[in-house]
């Protein structure tokens, strides 16, 4: 019974529940968005427009010409209950038109009487205001804002000018761009005399220059900024830079002999650098035609290059010193003649075999003078000397000469000539000979040589066979 009894008592209070919402209007739960009223007041100097609304809205304005009119839309807004049509006559303004411009826009029209009159459109409690005032009034508040001096800010110059050491027509970059209140810059170039060297006129949105000079020394830079009334700044800015005097290059040729194959010593270390030190010296060699032999690079003192050349000829020798700064000298030549050398002396010595019954051994030493027919290619050999026997009877001590023309195929040569030798036993007369001779070159070149050959000794007239007769002989030769 409890139970049925608390059953009918929830049906009855859901029910009243039930009517009490559907009695309610539908906008108690969603309101809608309404331009409620349009109130104009005016004064003597303005005319104030307030366009209330039910809720917060968002405006947007433009103009339209032809004829002049003032539209504000506002979004958010679904009907319109005040007056559709207003009539003002005041302000440059005819009269005020709403309507509703989209399903959620409402748009309020101001008709203009001629000209854009001044206004100004902003948010107020519950709304939008729009204000006009005639156009003495505008006037009057321009002059006024006109007539208003504006303390204008101190322009303040900064200066920067990279690199501050530089070498003759480097670019040197100069920057302003750090400057404060500037409306144009400024910058003159001043020598160490003194002397204005360069200018240039810079601005905000180009505060870069770039400048090369062509002599060296200190050079000051002097920048001025100039604020919207051409007033100057008063602070220093001013920077020093050093373009590096270039050093003196003064070659000269300490020792040489004009020879193919001996070293000319070129040194450079005479050479001189106002501002610094030296650190380098580039030497060529160019020949006679300018084309390049060869070059050499020191950076090491002394500034020397020994120098030898395999040909003959005059040779140009250019050379250019670098200082510490990189700065590089004038290119300054020295020229050498090289000839080659024709006449040499020689020492020989050897062992040497003459054939008998047995073989004579002896111990042969010889000089001479060897003279360069073909560069490299033929010479011919005057020598002459003694062999001392290392045997006894019948053998005995002897002198000997020989004429030779060597062809060389290097390392290689060949030789051939003529020569005599003296009484070598009581029972032999002197020998006439044709010598041939062959080796090959130890070390050495051009201008002195040694070399280990094998020569062989043919005596020439009646009996005297070579295979009786013949003398052999192994040695070195050393020619200088």
């Not at 309404?34 to 405006?59: G, H, M, P, Q, W």
């Not at 050379?319 to 090289?338: F, H, I, K, L, Y």
């Amino acid at each position: 019974m409890k139970k049925k009894k608390s059953a009918i008592i929830f049906c009855l209070i859901l029910l009243f529940f039930s009517f009490l919402i559907l009695s309610f209007p539908r906008y108690a739960f969603s309101q809608v968005g309404l331009l409620e009223k349009i109130a104009i007041s005016k004064e003597a100097n303005t005319l104030e427009v307030r366009i209330l609304f039910n809720r917060y809205t968002d405006s947007s304005d433009f103009k339209l010409t032809q004829p002049n009119r003032i539209v504000i839309d506002f979004s958010g807004i679904e009907n319109i209950r005040s007056s559709r049509h207003i009539d003002v006559n005041d302000f440059g303004v005819n009269s005020i038109r709403t309507g509703m411009f989209k399903r959620d826009t409402a748009r309020v029209v101001f008709d203009l009487e001629d000209e854009f009159p001044p206004y100004k459109i902003e948010r107020i409690e519950g709304g939008w205001r729009v204000l006009f005032w005639g156009k003495e009034e505008a006037e009057a508040e321009k002059e006024e804002i006109i007539s208003e001096k504006v303390e204008l800010q101190e322009a303040i110059s900064h200066l920067e000018v990279n690199p501050a050491r530089a070498k003759v027509n480097d670019s040197i970059v100069v920057d302003m761009s750090g400057s404060q209140n500037a409306e144009s810059m400024e910058i003159e170039v001043f020598d160490s005399e003194g002397t204005r060297v360069a200018s240039q006129k810079l601005s905000p949105g180009s505060a870069r220059w770039e400048i090369k000079l062509e002599k060296p020394g200190e050079f000051v830079f002097k920048g001025k900024a100039f604020n919207a009334e051409r007033k100057p700044s008063e602070n220093l800015c001013e920077t020093i830079i050093y373009i590096n005097f270039p050093p003196t290059c003064k070659p000269e040729t300490l020792y040489y002999e004009d020879y193919v194959g001996k070293a000319f010593i070129i040194d450079v270390s005479g050479s001189t650098d106002p501002d610094g030190e030296i650190v380098k010296a580039d030497f060529v060699a160019l020949d006679e035609k300018k084309n390049l032999v060869s070059k050499f690079t020191s950076t090491k003192k002394p500034f020397i290059w020994k120098k030898e050349f395999d040909r003959e000829g005059i040779y140009t020798i250019p050379v250019v010193v670098t200082d510490n700064a990189g700065a590089v000298s004038q290119p300054s030549e020295v020229q050498v003649v090289v000839t080659r050398k024709k006449v040499f002396l020689l020492v020989e010595a050897g062992s040497l075999f003459a054939r008998g019954s047995p073989y004579g051994g002896y111990a042969v030493g010889r000089m001479g003078i060897l003279y360069n027919i073909v560069p490299g290619t033929l010479d011919f050999m005057i020598s002459g000397g003694g062999g001392q026997a290392m045997i006894s009877d019948p053998w005995k001590s002897f002198l000997t000469a020989s004429m030779l023309f060597h062809v060389r195929f290097k390392p290689f040569f060949l030789g051939v000539g003529s020569g005599i030798t003296s009484r070598i036993s009581e029972v032999r007369n002197p020998d006439g000979e044709i010598i041939t001779d062959f080796g090959f070159e130890l070390t050495g070149k051009n201008m002195s040589r040694r070399s280990f050959y094998f020569e062989v000794r043919t005596p020439i007239g009646k009996d005297r066979s070579f295979a009786d007769h013949h003398k052999i002989m192994a040695g070195f030769r050393f020619i200088f």
